[in-house]
């Protein structure tokens, strides 16, 4: 088992920035995708962006690409997603969640993460 706890969310105006943190415990090893998800109220969830462990390089969202950054820290087996220039349709529950990777989890298939955490809110205002 895996365990996601996710941080950071809160309040914020348009323009603004925002950085959420999720912490990985339990048996990490059995994972190397980490990847963010968003659902807004009435819609589905939505990919963000995601990260692993293994590698570098992070893959977005074409709604947040240019605005969102996906960074880690494998010694605190912690990533982060820093959001810069806030808008009010950012606004959404922001998951986290972990799972193999493949070509499914790199894509955005939520369907092929195996955990994830409870949320948490940020609310753009305008």
């Known amino acids: 088992q895996v365990q996601l706890v996710e941080s950071g969310g809160g309040l914020v105006q348009a323009g603004d920035s925002l950085r959420l943190s999720c912490v990985a415990s339990?048996?990490?090893?059995?994972?190397?995708?980490m990847g963010w998800f968003r659902q807004a109220p009435g819609k589905e969830r939505e990919f963000v962006g995601v990260?692993?462990?293994?590698?570098?390089?992070?893959y977005y969202a074409d709604s947040v690409k240019g605005r969102f950054t996906i960074s880690k820290d494998n010694a605190k087996i912690t990533v982060y997603l820093q959001m810069n220039s806030l808008e009010p349709e950012d606004t959404a529950v922001y998951y986290c969640?972990?799972?193999?990777?493949?070509?499914?989890?790199?894509?955005?298939?939520?369907?092929?993460?195996?955990?994830w955490g409870q949320g948490t809110q940020v609310t753009v205002s305008s």
């Open positions: 969640a972990a799972g193999p990777s493949n070509i499914a989890t790199l894509r955005g298939s939520q369907y092929k993460y195996d955990y």
């Open positions: 339990g048996r990490t090893s059995s994972t190397d995708a």
């Open positions: 990260i692993t462990w293994s590698g570098g390089n992070a």
